[in-house]
């Protein structure tokens, strides 16, 4: 008996083994070929490029050192497109968060205006969510002609969706007591909401929009890049100026490199202290 | 003793009041120098609304040239393309040869002559409008004062009508009537499938009759369709494979290089504080540095392509996983190996049947979310390296007149990231679902 029970189980155990070795064995085909074919339509390829990797960073270094006085100079200059790019993230993000907000409160379930069209604001905060930055960001500077605009439009719509959907999950878990104690004494629904909901969720919403500022901050490089103004933009023209002027390339990495670490660090503090204020209430 | 109580909940009533005071007027305040340090009410200048104008009506709607040329003759071309140019036996119903002129009918009775000595234009309720181009450009109008709908000069005539536009130059008439719609997007000019009707093609579909010799007409559909050069649709669906590729790559290998290490960086498995120190500092100095800069490394080095936006993501997510997965690591429940380790397994069993298996539903979930959103990266990071769909839409959108591309790009952006969007969180559910 308990060697038919052993036999059964050696064989189930082998058995489930020999799938996920198969299983195994067509993933790491699918990523070996895959990145075959991404390598074939590669300009150049990974072994010959992996021998360069360090030219650049070292001819920028080495650049940088030997023009190390002129760097807090450029970084001084950088200084306006550096905070026109935190601008760009933080009008974003505060946009993004008070429409996305206010869309949330409407997408949940029990507190939403219109329980009817919930559905309607969910695929809303699913296509804003969808478009990639970049997509709105060009077609608006053809229309507005460059600036800050464009790329704050971008940043913002994208972040109505993302922050829209986090934040209505924090929405479904608070307490409707005060909600429906307050529809008692015949508040309306924008009261309701205001002094029922908000500061139950107030804490988690701006853990989540803080995290969202830090990832804003990279995206108004990245679009400033593609065109849209900003440190990004001042970074690919500093690069496009070639060898013997990448003194000023690398003092805007240096300074975009700092202000994300100071903007990680200052937000991830922020955003522990929130939660650890949420747990010390409960 | 009562009212000593109630001081501190007064002074806390005050501080909310202050505080639901305080922080909308920060806002408000920041927003006011927002406005001014983005120069909003510069904006309205800078603000171009005829290219808005082209850019909206190019994405839902197309028009078809008619030229007069001096040189080449009259030709009907779909956008002005030479490859969408109509033969001259089979112009669309609407212009019309009549001798040496050409009948142009446009919406609302309207309509234009190329005759041999001038343009006219017939509008009615308002009469014939003569343009000469013999010698200078020269408009008369029927009372002869220029209304606000036509803009004349010397050298160019613009007229504006309800369904069209017509502009003489010296050199050439031109009249452009707008449609609906996206043009040619199933077959162009040079497929036989382009004149029938949707009832037509169906038909066609299903009888034996080949309308081109040795190929089933739906094979024949097919092949003009996936090889339509103005909309190129093979390259368009390779393109979204390519991005696909791109955060695929980029996702899975970093995760599975950041898995190893860490093992090192959380404080369970790695005893050693300054190797752990120095690990995660790694980690961190990868995400700090940011996608944009290894972007830029990484494109000197490997040239543009798919690869090079692959290895960007793959560098950048490394930092990331290896900061999420030792965090879950360092959260497992010890007890569990405690146990293997009663049963005298080693470390490597210990962690294969001990500690993979509670972690593993946190680190697929946490792959699949950032393989989501990756799929949204791999476009903006494809515009910068020049590779899959977003280089696509970064050149359509450079040559300022494809708009109806780029409405169609990003149609298929957004349905790709939903896609990806439900199928991870379909495969998180499942996940989750199975091992609780």
């Known amino acids: 008996m308990t060697d038919t029970i052993r036999e059964d189980y050696l064989a189930a155990a082998r058995r489930k083994r020999m799938y996920s070795g198969i299983l195994l064995i067509l993933f790491v085909a699918m990523l070996a070929s895959g990145f075959d074919l991404a390598q074939s339509r590669n300009a150049g390829g990974f072994l010959s490029g992996l021998s360069r990797i360090f030219d650049f960073p070292g001819e920028l270094l080495t650049e940088a050192f030997q023009k190390a006085g002129s760097i807090p100079g450029h970084m001084w200059n950088y200084l306006p497109s550096l905070i026109e790019t935190i601008n760009i993230a933080a009008v974003a993000t505060l946009f993004g968060a008070l429409i996305g907000g206010a869309m949330s409160l409407l997408a949940t379930r029990g507190l939403a205006r219109w329980p009817a069209l919930i559905p309607v604001f969910r695929r809303l905060l699913d296509i804003c969510r969808a478009v990639p930055e970049v997509v709105i960001a060009l077609a608006l500077i053809f229309a507005m002609g460059g600036g800050p605009v464009p790329a704050m439009v971008a940043i913002a719509f994208h972040t109505i969706g993302a922050l829209g959907k986090l934040f209505s999950e924090v929405n479904e878990n608070a307490d409707l007591k005060p909600v429906e104690g307050l529809s008692s004494v015949g508040a309306s629904w924008s009261q309701r909401m205001w002094l029922g909901i908000l500061p139950q969720v107030a804490p988690n919403w701006l853990s989540y929009a803080l995290l969202r500022f830090e990832i804003n901050v990279r995206a108004s490089a990245i679009l400033g890049f593609v065109g849209a103004g900003g440190i990004g933009y001042e970074l690919k023209n500093a690069i496009s100026w070639g060898q013997g002027r990448f003194d000023a390339a690398a003092s805007i990495f240096l300074l975009l490199f700092l202000t994300i670490i100071a903007i990680d660090q200052l937000s991830s503090r922020w955003r522990n202290s929130l939660i650890e204020g949420e747990h010390g209430r409960h | 003793m009562a009212v000593t109580d109630l001081a501190p909940i007064h002074r806390g009533f005050a501080k909310k009041r202050f505080k639901a005071f305080a922080i909308p007027a920060g806002i408000l305040l920041y927003l006011t120098y927002a406005f001014f340090a983005f120069d909003i009410p510069g904006l309205a200048q800078r603000f171009r609304s005829d290219n808005a104008m082209i850019m909206i009506s190019g994405a839902w709607s197309y028009k078809t040239h008619v030229t007069q040329d001096n040189r080449r003759g009259t030709t009907v071309a779909i956008e002005g393309e030479r490859r969408a140019t109509y033969e001259d036996d089979d112009w669309p119903e609407w212009v019309a040869r009549d001798g040496a002129s050409t009948?142009?009918?446009?919406?609302?009775?309207?309509?234009?002559?190329?005759?041999?000595?001038?343009?006219?234009?017939?509008?009615?309720?308002?009469?014939?409008?003569?343009?000469?181009?013999?010698?200078?450009?020269?408009?008369?109008?029927?009372?002869?004062t220029l209304p606000a709908w036509i803009t004349a000069s010397n050298t160019r005539a613009d007229i504006r009508l309800d369904g069209g536009r017509v502009s003489v130059t010296r050199a050439r008439s031109e009249v452009f009537r707008y449609f609906p719609g996206w043009e040619l997007f199933f077959f162009t000019l040079s497929s036989p499938f382009h004149d029938m009707s949707w009832g037509q093609i169906a038909a066609s579909a299903v009888s034996s009759e080949q309308i081109r010799p040795g190929m089933s007409n739906i094979a024949a559909m097919a092949s003009d369709f996936w090889n339509n050069d103005m909309w190129r649709h093979k390259d368009v669906v390779w393109a979204l494979f390519e991005t696909l590729l791109m955060a695929f790559l980029g996702t899975i290998g970093a995760a599975l290089i950041s898995f190893p290490l860490a093992f090192l960086a959380a404080r369970n498995f790695m005893p050693v504080a300054p190797a752990r120190f120095g690990i995660r500092r790694v980690f961190d100095f990868v995400r700090g540095v940011d996608a944009l800069i290894w972007t830029i490394i990484l494109s000197r080095a490997f040239g543009p392509g798919p690869m090079?936006?692959?290895?960007?993501?793959?560098?950048?997510?490394?930092?990331?996983?290896?900061?999420?997965?030792?965090?879950?690591?360092?959260?497992?429940?010890?007890?569990?190996?405690?146990?293997?380790?009663?049963?005298?397994?080693?470390?490597?069993?210990?962690?294969?049947?001990?500690?993979?298996?509670?972690?593993?539903?946190?680190?697929?979930?946490?792959?699949?979310?950032?393989?989501?959103?990756?799929?949204?990266?791999?476009?903006?990071?494809?515009?910068?390296?020049?590779?899959?769909?977003?280089?696509?839409?970064?050149?359509?959108?450079?040559?300022?007149?494809?708009?109806?591309?780029?409405?169609?790009?990003?149609?298929?952006?957004?349905?790709?990231?939903?896609?990806?969007?439900?199928?991870?969180g379909w495969l998180r559910r499942k996940l989750i679902r199975g091992d609780s």
């Open chain 2, 308 to 424: 090079t936006g692959a290895l960007a993501i793959l560098i950048t997510d490394t930092g990331s996983f290896g900061k999420l997965f030792s965090e879950s690591l360092e959260n497992i429940d010890e007890k569990q190996v405690d146990g293997l380790r009663s049963t005298g397994a080693n470390a490597l069993q210990r962690g294969r049947f001990g500690v993979i298996p509670q972690v593993a539903p946190v680190i697929l979930s946490q792959v699949l979310y950032f393989l989501e959103s990756n799929t949204r990266g791999a476009t903006v990071i494809g515009a910068m390296v020049g590779g899959g769909i977003g280089l696509l839409l970064t050149q359509a959108i450079q040559t300022q007149k494809d708009w109806e591309n780029v409405a169609y790009y990003i149609v298929l952006i957004v349905l790709l990231v939903m896609a990806m969007d439900s199928l991870s």
């Open chain 2, 103 to 144: 009948a142009i009918a446009l919406p609302r009775d309207q309509s234009v002559r190329f005759d041999p000595d001038a343009v006219r234009v017939t509008v009615p309720d308002y009469g014939t409008i003569t343009v000469t181009n013999t010698d200078g450009v020269e408009v008369q109008t029927p009372d002869g």
